[in-house]
């Protein structure tokens, strides 16, 4: 039997914000991060030793190979002349984020991912491995027992996985080694980035730090530049680290633009509490095919010279539902969700729905396409 649905079968989530104002409260903390104090990536090349024979082919992987004889070239011990067909060890690729204030001596976590043919990293252990940054210089070493969630496992006639088994973590494995040049005491102002520019968010943002200013030092600090950026003075005799911590607690209001953010693949629909829809009839009608395959099977007369055959039979039904037309007048999230509902339609329904509400100019928000 062979059944062709037209109709997607999805999982709809619906976020739905309560009823009430546009803005709601927050901290600076919570909304803005410091430029001076954003992370930076590094990376780095290493090799994952103690594999239970899951490690790379040396003939399909020659860096592996290239990379073990020059570590134990380093150790002491000369590899001229022999061959490997060692499958305990693999070629990783280490990354890590520094976070920024970083410190000599303190640790962070590293991922650590296959660059061979490897079958699983499980149960490995990571070789002493520099991590660098986008300027070259050797910011962390990494070394450490991988920790590996994916799990497979297979035989002769069958095999299961789950999840991924040539990727993972060393937690607290890299020791950091060198500080960013960065000097926070020595800034002569502060630049807070919104983590969503939008310009109302902003100014809010610039008046509640000029509020402090005022009664705290006498006067305005904070000046908003564009939708995204807040420039902060560091005032006269004011210590900087101080004055940060007074800023990020402040609780400003917060304003984001509507926006329906639309995953076509999981059939995921986000709906935001400012999203509006003018007032449209809606027609929506699914069309199913199912086809039916039921061979018979045609037997020969007796004493005859005929011979078995298979004569097909197949059985098409067409179904047309849906095709009822309703009105939706989303003048809130909670009606603009009840008339969507009330059509009755699956979640790739409403998706063909709204965008088909934007391209009559109806939808009063940003549609985005994921």
Do not use: W
Not at 14 to 39: E, H, N, W
Not at 72 to 89: D, F
Not at 212 to 232: C, F, H, L, N
Request: charged fraction near 15%; proline fraction near 5%.
């Amino acid at each position: 039997m062979r059944v062709l649905f037209l109709r997607a079968v999805a999982v709809l989530a619906c976020v739905m914000l309560a009823a009430g104002p546009a803005l709601s409260a927050a901290r600076i903390k919570d909304v803005a991060s410091l430029q001076a104090g954003r992370d930076n990536q590094l990376i780095g090349y290493g090799l994952v030793v103690g594999l239970q024979g899951t490690g790379d082919s040396m003939r399909s992987s020659p860096f592996t190979e290239q990379s073990m004889r020059a570590m134990l070239q380093n150790l002491g011990i000369s590899m001229v002349g022999t061959q490997t067909r060692a499958k305990n060890i693999a070629a990783v690729l280490v990354t890590a984020n520094l976070p920024p204030f970083a410190s000599p001596g303190s640790r962070i976590d590293v991922t650590v991912g296959s660059l061979g043919d490897a079958a699983s990293l499980r149960g490995g252990t990571l070789v002493m491995t520099s991590l660098s940054g986008a300027d070259g210089q050797i910011y962390a070493v990494a070394q450490g027992s991988i920790v590996v969630t994916g799990v497979s496992a297979s035989g002769d006639a069958a095999s299961v996985q789950q999840g991924v088994t040539t990727a993972g973590r060393v937690p607290n494995g890299a020791i950091i080694e060198r500080e960013l040049p960065s000097r926070f005491k020595d800034a002569a102002d502060l630049v807070l980035q919104l983590r969503n520019p939008d310009f109302s968010t902003a100014v809010g943002m610039a008046d509640a730090i000029n509020r402090y200013a005022a009664a705290q030092y006498g006067g305005p600090i904070a000046e908003s530049r564009d939708s995204q950026s807040v420039y902060i003075a560091k005032p006269k005799m004011a210590d900087l680290a101080r004055l940060m911590a007074d800023i990020e607690n402040l609780v400003v209001e917060t304003d984001v633009p509507a926006r329906v953010v639309i995953n076509e693949r999981t059939g995921t629909i986000v709906i935001g509490q400012d999203v509006r829809i003018s007032p449209v009839a809606v027609s929506y009608g699914t069309l199913t095919v199912q086809v039916n395959e039921m061979p018979q099977v045609v037997q020969p007369e007796p004493f005859s010279k005929g011979v078995t055959a298979v004569q097909p039979n197949t059985d098409i039904l067409v179904q047309q539902e849906g095709g009822n037309v309703a009105m939706i007048d989303g003048s809130s999230l909670r009606s603009l969700v009840s008339g969507l509902n009330s059509i009755g339609v699956k979640p790739d329904g409403i998706i063909s729905i709204l965008q088909s509400i934007k391209t009559a100019g109806a939808l009063q928000a940003e549609l985005v396409l994921q």
